[in-house]
């Protein structure tokens, strides 16, 4: 005899077991009758749990909450920097040039400024230096008789015991000077041949014929509180004799000492180059 389990799966989900048996070697009789069919078998134990199934799509958005209200507004931020100034505009187009006006004729040539008063003369009495030039003065080109230099003498700077010595220089401008050069000296209360007084008529002279070109001339005067004393003489030195010349000189008041130059020819030109007055005393 031979015995089988065999299994058998419902449709409910539960497996029942049954028991299969056959007998072997023996005769089969005639059949007898069928035995009563067996009661149910006990339901058999729940099977287990199935596997979770898969998830669910996920649900639609939920629609967008409303705006929340503004902040309030932040502090104003501290003022920008001041941009550069901007670089300078281009210079306009100049204007043309209005035509140049006529020259006016030239006017005649001024007379020399005065010079500075002298200082006072020293306590000791020594020897004085008045004033002096190193330079020409106004120049004579006509035969008009010509201030060239002037020294002012102030008031007061002679005493009633005094020797005034004047040097002055004559020169002919030009090689082609050939005429006669005349030259004056005077005295006068003010820079100006107008009025003024000779201090010696002698008119000192240097020939022309082109030879002559500078000429040195010297005079010394006594003074003795009225009037200057000297001699009239051609000669340009005082090596020499000569008439006596006396001329008044009012020691209170300013006197100028004038140096005048003259051309005895119309072409030529004159001029005095150098003075210097001393006084003693």
């Known amino acids: 005899m031979a015995l089988n389990n065999t299994q058998l799966n419902r449709l409910d989900g539960i497996t029942k077991e049954y028991v299969d048996f056959s007998i072997s070697g023996l005769t089969a009789s005639a059949g007898g009758t069928s035995g009563t069919s067996g009661t149910s078998g006990i339901d058999g134990a729940n099977g287990p749990s199935g596997t979770s199934g898969s998830s669910g799509s996920s649900g639609s958005s939920g629609s967008s909450g409303t705006s929340g209200s503004s902040g309030s507004s932040g502090s104003s931020g501290s003022s920008g920097t001041s941009g550069s100034s901007g670089s300078s505009g281009s210079s306009g187009t100049r204007g043309t040039s209005g035509s140049s006006g006529t020259s006016g004729s030239s006017g005649t040539s001024g007379s020399s400024g005065t010079s500075g008063s002298s200082g006072s003369s020293g306590s000791n009495g020594a020897m004085k230096l008045l004033g002096f030039s190193g330079v020409v003065g106004t120049p004579s080109n006509s035969t008009n008789n010509v201030l060239s230099h002037s020294l002012l003498i102030s008031a007061n700077t002679l005493s009633s015991n005094n020797i005034l010595q004047l040097v ?114």
Do not use: P
Not at 227 to 233: A, D, E, Q, R
Not at 237 to 247: K, L
């Open 168 to 281: 002055w220089r004559m020169k002919r401008i030009g090689a082609s000077n050939a005429g006669q050069i005349f030259s004056r000296i005077y005295h006068n209360t003010s820079s100006s041949l107008t009025g003024a007084t000779l201090l010696v008529s002698t008119i000192f002279t240097m020939n022309g014929g082109s030879t002559q070109f500078l000429g040195y001339c010297e005079r010394n005067f006594a003074y003795d509180g009225t009037s200057l004393i000297t001699y009239i003489n051609a000669a340009f030195s005082e090596y020499t004799t000569g008439t006596i010349q006396t001329t008044a000189f009012t020691k209170t008041q300013d006197n100028y000492i004038i140096f005048a130059i003259q051309c005895g020819n119309a072409a030529d030109t004159a001029n005095i180059d150098l003075y210097k007055i001393f006084l003693y005393g």
